[in-house]
């Protein structure tokens, strides 16, 4: 993968991140499936990006970051399913 194209991925990973955070600021309600789901999908294109210009503890932060947000996404897919 060229250099131009993991950073665009990862600009793309931080345009989600500050979706999320944005929208969890101005949301009246927060939706925690579209929360964690913007999260996950910007912690997975950051580390798609950090695997062309790798850096430890970016790479810590967003792994760590990512598990948290597909946790957090099973938990409240089944709190849902269970209350169908």
């Known amino acids: ?5 993991a950073n ?14 944005a929208y969890a600021n101005v949301a009246a309600t927060l939706d925690k499936v579209w929360f ?4 996950l999908a910007g912690s997975i294109l950051l580390l798609v990006s950090l695997s062309v210009h790798f850096n430890l503890p970016a790479t810590l932060l ?7 947000a597909a946790a957090g996404l099973v ?8 209350r169908a």
């Open 75 to 82: 938990a409240e897919l089944r709190r849902r399913a269970k």
């Open 62 to 68: 967003e792994a760590a970051w990512g598990l948290i």
């Open 8 to 21: 665009v991925i990862g600009l793309i990973g931080g345009v989600l991140f500050i979706g999320a955070f």
């Open 1 to 5: 993968m060229s250099s131009l194209v």
């Open 36 to 39: 964690n789901a913007l999260n």
